[in-house]
């Protein structure tokens, strides 16, 4: 399985400090062992279920979500330097991660996903987490998988979720609601 990970993410050689690139790594293993989705799933299921018809897949967007946030750190530390001191590995970490509890929010029904009972208790900021300590994965990572999403709206976020939650949201709002002209 952690080949298959590897393949999935090759975001993940972005991470310079080989233990937190091991626990990011591992955390993706250990969803996908317990997910009913498949390596190859991810590549053809929706982003997103609350968009009809949305052709763009699981991988597409979190990959681009990991990209914008890489190169929005990347100017933050151009243009701010220490005014907003952020760490990269964290960044990436995190937006690597803010979506891995999807996998256990899933169950497929008649060959469709849908949100299955554990994902209706627990939305993946809480299930992400979860598997994520239990992979050893540090507090200010695990802060960027719960607070990425609305839930986070609650909680005072770091710099690095500020810019997973913003990254995530900009990709996701225009396909959901946007003005047309
Ligand atoms: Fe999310």
């Known amino acids: 399985m952690i080949n298959e990970v590897k393949k999935l993410w090759p975001e993940l050689e972005w991470i310079k400090d080989d233990d937190l690139r091991n626990k990011t790594t591992q955390t993706w293993v250990l969803a996908l062992e317990r997910s009913v989705l498949s390596p190859e799933d991810l590549q053809n299921i929706p982003f997103t279920l609350l968009i009809p018809d949305l052709k763009i897949s699981f991988m597409t967007h979190k990959r681009a979500v990991v990209h914008i946030a890489r190169e929005s750190g990347k100017k933050i530390n151009e243009f701010f330097k220490n005014d907003l001191p952020l760490n990269m590995d964290v960044l990436i970490s995190g937006a690597i991660l803010a979506d891995v509890g999807k996998l256990l929010e899933y169950e497929i029904v008649e060959g469709k996903t849908r949100q299955g009972n554990y994902g209706k208790y627990l939305r993946h900021p809480f299930s992400g987490v979860s598997l994520a300590e239990e992979c050893g994965v540090p507090a200010e990572v695990c802060h960027i998988i ?27 709002l225009p396909f959901k609601n946007r003005l047309e002209v």
Do not use: C, P, Q
Not at 150 to 155: A, F, H, P, R, S
């Open 146 to 172: 719960a607070s990425h999403a609305n839930e986070g709206d609650l909680v005072k976020r770091s710099t690095e979720a500020y810019i997973v939650h913003h990254a995530d949201f900009m990709t996701f």
